[in-house]
C-alpha cells in the first residue's frame, strides 16, 4: 500500500509530540502497519510561529479546509482541542470518509454518541484513547480488556492539576490559593483554572469512562460535580489523623443496572490503591463482578504521553484500513441508562460540625442522624480554645445520598449547629 | 450468524469461570459479538466428578480429539494447562482452522513462535491475555496501547504465590517455611512449590511480556531466574530500615536494542509504584521512551479473574470472525533479538557480609570495590553481640553485573570476608 497521509490539526503541545513520534519511531510503526506512515499537512493558528519541532514550512496551513478536504488525506489527527468550530471540521471531515483520532475530551464527551454514529454510516473509523487520562490506554482496556465482564464501580484521578494541587497542599500544608499559584507559574495549571478546579474536565472524562464501563449513553449533565477549591488544610487535616488522603475522585457506579456518576473530593483510605498516586499522575480503578479490582496508572498529560496513545489510535486506525475493517466500532452503549435516585446512590460520608458548646448539643446531633436513619462510625469533639463553640467531627457508616441531605438540611435548621464546615464522600 | 460454538478443554478453576461468565453474560455477550455463544464441549478427566457449575453431562468428553476434531466447533478455549499433550492438541486445532483462546504461559513461553506461526499460516487466531497477570489485560495493553511507544523497561509482580509469601514475611515478621506451609494450606501455594518459589512461572511470563514489549523473541533460557527460597527475615530486616521492599521481580530492559530479562528477589524502594503491591495481587510496571512511567495492577489469578481474560479473548476471536480478519495478529517479533551481556547489565545492589571483626578489614573490603571500579554508595556495620565477626551491609551505586561478579569472587577468595550473606539487586 502507498503512503498513508496524515492530516494533523493542531501543532501545540501534543501535536508537537504527534510529530516527534511519527517522524522518530517510522521504522518501527512502518514494521508494524506495513507502510511508510507520513504527516501530510499541519493546522496551525500562525504559519510563522517558532515550533519546538523542526517541519517543513509547505505542510502548514491555517485553513482547516484546507486538510479536510484534501482528497489524499486518509487520517485526521486532531489536537486543537474546542468544541465550537472543531465538531464540524469533524464531521465534515467524517462526511468525506475520513477516519479520526482525536484527543479532545470535550468533543467526545458532548458529540461523541453522534459523531460515532456518523462514523459508523460513512465506515469510518474514530478513536479517542488520548481523551482520557493521556498515557493511559484505559479506553480500550475498558471496551477490549473487560468486554466479558460486567463493570461495577469505576473511581478515576482524572484530573492531573487538582491531584497535583491536592498532592502539595497534603505534603507541604500549603493553602489552596498559594499551590494554584504555583501550578499555574509550573504550567500546571491554566491561567483560568475554572475546568480544572471546579471538577468540569473531570466531569467530562469521566462521561466518557462511564458511558465505556456501563454500556450505555451517559451524558455531562448526568454527572452530579464539585470541585476542590474550598478543601482546606483544616479538612486535609482531619483526613490524614482519620487514615485517609483527599482526592478529587471521578466515581461512576452501577447496581442492577442503575447507574450514578459524580465527581467531588473525596476522603481516601490510605490503604487504596488511588490513595497515593501524586502529582500529575492519574489513575483509573476499575472493579469488575468477575475480575474484581484493577488500577491502571499512569501520566494523564503532556506532550509524549498523550501523544503515545494518539499515535496508537493511528497504528489501529491503519491496521483496519489493511484489513478492510474500519468503521465497525462496536457501539458500546447497547444499554438503557437509568440513573440511580438520590435514594439508591450510598456511600459514607465524613462531616466537619461547628457547634454551640453546652450540654445536651451531642445529644440533639446523635437525634437528628438517629431519626434520619444515618448510621454513625465514629465522633470525635477535638478540644477547642475557643469555650463558647466546639467542633464536631462525624463520619458515618453507609447511607444514602438522600438521608445524608436530610441531615444536612435538619442541620440547617438546628440552632445549636453554627455551621457545617464541610462534608465528603469517604472511600474504600 | 448462527451459534459460536466453543470447545473447552480443561473444566477446572478457570474453566469452571468460563463456564459461567459464558452462561451469565450470555446477553451481555451476544450483544457484543452479535451471535449466541455456546460452549459446546466440555473436556475433562473425570466424566463423573461432581463440578461446581452445573454442566450437561452430554457436553463432557475425556478425548481431546473429539473437540479438535469436531467440525461445528469454531474456537478452541485451553484452559488445561500442561505442555507435553496440549500442544500437539492445539496443533492439530490449528491445522483444522479453528481459532485458539488460551490461558497457557508455559505453552506461550516455549512454542509461543511457532504456534503464533501456525496460526498465521491457517488464518487463525491465537490470543492468550490471560496467560500472564490473569485479571489485567497487560498483552493487549503492550501489543496495541503502546504500539507506538519505544518501551525500554518492563518490570513484573507477575506470581501471586511468591508475592503472597514475600508479603506476610514482611508484615508478620514469620520465617519463609512457616509462610509457605500457610499458603499451601490455603491453596496459594502447590504442593510442590518448585515453580513458583523458585521463579520459573515468573520467568515464563517474563518471556512472553518481554517478547511483547521489545518485538523480539525471547526465549525462557534468555532469562536469568533466581527464586526466593534463600530470602531470609534478617534481608527483609535490613530492606526495610533502607526504606525498602524486597519483592519477587521480573525484570526485562531495553537499551540501544540490546536487552536483559531476569527473575530475581529485589529490595525496591518504597516510594516506587510496584513497591505496594501486595498480597497475591500481580503488577506490571511499564516505562517507554515517550509515556514514561505506567502501572497496570489487579489479580493475578483466580477463577473468574482469569476467565474473564479467556472471555475477552473469545469475544475479539469472534469479533474477528465477523469481520472475516482472523489470523492477522500482527508479528510482533520483527526485531533480532540481541542480548545484553554482563557488561551491559547494570543496577544498583545490596549485600550482606559476614566478616572478621577486626583493624583493616573495612580498609581490605573498600579496597576490593574500588579496584574493580564498584561505586559504594552507603556502608553500615550495626553493633553485634559476637565480637569475632562483623556484620557489613553495602549498597552499591549502578555497576555492571559483570563487575559485581567480580566483587563476589574476589570476597570468594579473601580470608576476611567469611560469608556472603546476600546480595540483592536494588530498583527505584
Known amino acids: 500500500m502507498n503512503t ?15 510529530v516527534r513520534i511519527v517522524e522518530g519511531h517510522h521504522e518501527d510503526l512502518q514494521s508494524q502497519v506495513g507502510s511508510p506512515i507520513t504527516i501530510h499537512k499541519i493546522l496551525v493558528k500562525d504559519l510563522d510561529k517558532m515550533r519546538n519541532v523542526p517541519v517543513d514550512r509547505s505542510k502548514l496551513t491555517d485553513d482547516p479546509w484546507d486538510i479536510v478536504r484534501d482528497p489524499e488525506i486518509d487520517v485526521i489527527v486532531e489536537v486543537m482541542g474546542g468544541i465550537a468550530g472543531t465538531k464540524e471540521v469533524i464531521w465534515e471531515a467524517l462526511e ?21 454514529a456518523k462514523a459508523h454510516e460513512k465506515g ?29 464501580k469505576i473511581m478515576g484521578i482524572v484530573n492531573g492539576t487538582t491531584n497535583y494541587i491536592l498532592t502539595k497542599m497534603s505534603q507541604e500544608g500549603a493553602a489552596y490559593q498559594e499551590v494554584l499559584k504555583e501550578a499555574q507559574a509550573l504550567g500546571y495549571a491554566e491561567a483560568d483554572p475554572t475546568s480544572d478546579v471546579e471538577g468540569l474536565d473531570a466531569a467530562r472524562k469521566m462521561t466518557i469512562l462511564a458511558t465505556l464501563g456501563f454500556r450505555a449513553t451517559v451524558a455531562l ?14 479538612d486535609i487535616w482531619y483526613a490524614k489523623s482519620l487514615g485517609y488522603a483527599v482526592k478529587l475522585l471521578g466515581i461512576a457506579e452501577r447496581q442492577d443496572d442503575y447507574i450514578s456518576v459524580s465527581v467531588q473530593p473525596t476522603f481516601v483510605k490510605v490503604t487504596h490503591p488511588i490513595a497515593s498516586v501524586n502529582g500529575v499522575f492519574n489513575a483509573v480503578y476499575v472493579h469488575g463482578e468477575a475480575v474484581g479490582e484493577t488500577m491502571f496508572y499512569g501520566p494523564g498529560a503532556g506532550e509524549m504521553p498523550t501523544a503515545t496513545s494518539v499515535v496508537a489510535d493511528l497504528v489501529a486506525v491503519i491496521k483496519n484500513m489493511k484489513l478492510g475493517v474500519n468503521g465497525r466500532q462496536a457501539n458500546v452503549s447497547y444499554k438503557e441508562k437509568k440513573l440511580k435516585t438520590d ?37 470525635m469533639q477535638p478540644p477547642t480554645p475557643n469555650s463558647r463553640d466546639a467542633e464536631l467531627i ?10 445524608m441531605n436530610n441531615v444536612l438540611n435538619a442541620f440547617d435548621s438546628l440552632s445549636a449547629v453554627q455551621k457545617i464546615k464541610s462534608v465528603y464522600r469517604v472511600e474504600g
Open 343 to 379: 435514594r439508591q446512590i450510598t456511600s459514607k460520608y465524613f462531616m466537619n460540625l461547628h457547634v454551640d458548646d453546652r450540654a445536651g448539643v451531642l445529644m440533639q446531633i446523635a437525634q437528628v442522624f438517629s431519626e434520619l436513619g444515618v448510621s454513625i462510625e465514629s465522633v
Open 221 to 234: 449533565e448526568d454527572v452530579d460535580v464539585k470541585g476542590i477549591s474550598s478543601v482546606s488544610q483544616e
Open 4 to 18: 498513508i497521509k496524515v492530516g494533523l490539526l493542531g501543532l501545540g503541545t501534543v501535536g508537537t509530540g504527534v
Open 96 to 116: 468525506r470518509g475520513k477516519h479520526i483520532v482525536t484527543a479532545n475530551k470535550d468533543l467526545m464527551a458532548l458529540h461523541g454518541p453522534e459523531l460515532l
Open 124 to 152: 469510518c473509523d474514530i478513536l479517542y484513547e488520548a481523551s482520557v487520562a493521556g498515557g493511559i490506554p484505559i479506553i480500550r482496556t475498558l471496551i477490549e480488556g473487560f468486554s466479558s465482564d460486567r463493570i461495577t
Open 394 to 403: 462525624v463520619t458515618t457508616h453507609k447511607t444514602s445520598k438522600e438521608a
